[in-house]
């Protein structure tokens, strides 16, 4: 098996026990890797029905067939689950160095299943694995036990972790890798908190077979070599993913006050330039990249270091809570990183309580005598702890924002930014009709990565609603899951322009199996239909009215910035669905037709 490791590592926490398996050559032809195998382990293994914190359900964490090797960004691990947050499809990317070190310790993927009774973390060392007691480690923050343990292990093990938010069972629970790196979105986190399992430590030592050594390398130097010349370079490293808040307000995409606009008219003190001077230390990569996106940063004003402000918790602590001061995102992303949440959703859902505050929907007898307004960092800071603490109305926050809608009552559901129960990323779409779409319809929940199709919209018309916009999504929902099939960040594609065609050729001299892009495009869409026949399958009633966008976007009008005024009505958001189900050959109802399924080889798997 050129490429893999050819095992997975099992590891029972019930009963303590750990197996490692080969596994069916026929697995990698047809799923490929990442986020390819964990979606067909998830549908396998995990019986129906089960529930997300009981002992039936598992966690698997797994590499790509690029992960660990020289290709430029092959450092990307996937965590797939069934999400306590949605009762659907999670599956959750991060990058850092975690699926390097698995691979070169001989494995393609781990599978937790089972509970334990009490705190461990799981050890490996090349072959030698073990489950240990963590005791010690509990009640730890991420950042605090990454550090902590490297000391007692050693430098060359990576680590990923929960934090307390984690061990409560925040339904949006991470798990932190590399100082601030997070598998972020649909509660992985709380997974690993009710199995009661601490935290991953992995080295390894082995090497990756590759088919055509001399040609993989001369082209994993030839993309080397393209990001290195790309024009793009200089902007995406100084600035990485901040340099978009700028250009998102000019744009009206800047998610203000719990999404009532989309312009913050404070976002200049947020831009990727003052970050940079304000309080960047260096910049930080994942494994093998040339772009590193990842700034370190120090805010003394808070006397912490934080890998980030990202754009999208600067869009959602800063826009999205009204936080003006760079240094408070900075910290609030801290508390995020420290504690164990999602700073998506954590900033979802403060914006919400502080909306419903503000409405009078809620009042300071539900706070615990706190007052909420936009724009007071103390309040988010608060709120962030008390999430990740399980108090009072942090605990009605930590199961996410379409709980606490039911919880509030009062119509508040009609501002709770959620899609399939996941909380909204960092992009106003209402003047975007083919992002409303990506986030509808997206296999988690309303998260951006799979389908970022915004400057679509801008290029082909803001308002227009036209069955190429439907294409472009699907387009987008194929290419961009695709590399976290293959363990591979996709920045270097999107943002410095490698060609897809380069990995489609490095993978074959890898693998030494003959594959066109096109060939890599039709699994992809093989795990995106089985990802969807999994929320058939585990949420009675699944279909069209899942995939239905936030009240909020159809109901109100932008109130502010340069898409004032502007809303997508619902005949026409409809529309556009219309057009992307039938283009995905599924029916009025969003399921997958059997023509479809025979079309992608599921049937044998997934019988709808
Ligand atoms: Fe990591 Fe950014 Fe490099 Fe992608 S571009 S591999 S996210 S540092």
Redesign the pocket.
């Known amino acids: 098996m050129y490429g893999y490791a050819g095992r997975i590592l099992r590891v029972n926490l019930t009963d303590r026990t750990t197996k490692v398996e080969p596994y069916d050559l026929e697995i990698a032809r047809r799923f490929l890797g990442g986020r390819g195998f964990s979606a067909y382990i998830l549908y396998t293994e995990v019986p129906k029905g089960a529930d997300p914190l009981g002992p039936e359900n598992k966690v698997i964490v797994s590499t790509g067939p690029l992960s660990g090797t020289l290709v430029p ?1 092959a ?1 990307k691990t996937d965590i797939t689950t069934k999400s306590p947050q949605t009762g659907g499809y999670a599956s959750a990317s991060v ?1 850092g160095l975690l699926c390097a070190e698995l691979k070169y310790a001989g494995y393609d993927a781990i599978i937790f299943e089972g509970l334990s009774e009490s705190p461990v973390y799981l050890f490996v060392d090349d072959d030698r694995v073990e489950i240990r007691d963590a005791a010690n480690l509990w009640g730890k923050g991420s950042l605090t036990l990454e550090e902590d343990l490297k000391k007692e292990l050693g430098e060359s093990f990576q680590i990923a972790s929960i934090g307390p938010a984690g061990e409560r069972v925040v339904s949006y629970a991470c798990i932190t890798h590399d100082f601030g790196r997070q598998a972020g979105r649909g509660g992985v986190g709380a997974v690993f908190g009710a199995k009661k399992l601490k935290a991953i430590a992995v080295r390894g030592t082995k090497s990756i077979p590759i088919a055509d050594l001399e040609s993989f390398r001369q082209q994993a130097r030839e993309m080397f070599k393209a990001c290195a010349e790309s024009p793009a370079l200089e902007v995406w490293q100084k600035y990485g993913t901040a340099g978009v808040v700028t250009w998102a307000n000019e744009i009206g995409a800047f998610p203000t006050r719990n999404f009532q606009s989309g312009f913050f008219e404070k976002h200049e003190s947020l831009s990727g330039e003052v970050m940079r001077d304000a309080i960047v230390v260096t910049d930080k ?2 494994f093998a ?1 040339p ?4 700034k370190y940063s120090h805010t003394k004003k808070h006397g912490v270091f934080v890998e980030g402000p990202e754009y999208e918790t600067t869009a959602l602590f800063g826009g999205n809570c009204a936080l003006a001061d760079i240094e408070d995102v900075a910290y609030a992303n801290y508390l995020c990183d420290e504690l164990g949440v999602d700073t998506i959703s954590a900033g979802n859902c403060i914006a919400f309580a502080i909306e419903c505050f503000e409405r009078g929907i809620i009042s300071t007898a539900d706070t615990g005598g706190l007052e909420l307004s936009f724009g007071d960092p103390k309040a988010v800071f608060t709120m962030i702890e008390k999430i990740a603490a399980r108090d009072g109305l942090g605990d009605v926050l930590a199961q996410g924002v379409k709980h606490a809608a039911e919880v509030f009552g009062g119509g508040s559901a009609a501002f709770a930014i959620q899609v399939k129960g996941l909380e909204m990323s960092g992009y106003e779409s209402r003047n975007a009709p083919s992002m409303l779409l990506s986030y509808m319809t997206c296999d988690v929940g309303a998260h951006h990565n799979r389908s970022w199709s915004i400057t679509y919209d801008i290029e082909v018309g803001r308002d227009s609603i036209s069955p190429d916009k439907a294409a472009k999504v699907i387009s987008l929902q194929h290419i961009r899951p695709l590399f976290d099939c293959l363990g591979a ?1 996709r ?2 594609w999107v943002e410095l322009g490698l060609s897809l065609d380069s990995y489609a050729s490095v993978l074959q001299a890898l693998t030494g199996v003959e594959r066109s892009w096109d060939d890599l495009l039709k699994i992809s869409e093989r795990v995106w239909n089985l990802t969807r026949a999994y929320w058939i399958r585990e949420v009675d009633g699944f279909g069209r009215e899942w995939d239905s966008p936030p009240p909020r976007t159809w109901e109100e009008k932008v109130t502010t910035g340069p898409t004032q005024g502007s809303s997508i009505s619902w005949e026409d958001n409809q529309r556009l669905l219309d057009m992307y189900y039938e283009q995905r050959g599924w029916d009025k109802n969003g399921v997958p037709t059997r023509a479809k399924l025979a079309e992608l080889g599921l049937t044998d798997i997934a019988a709808l």
């Open positions: 960004g450092g990058g990569a994942c990249c772009c590193p996106c990842g960040c920045l270097q």
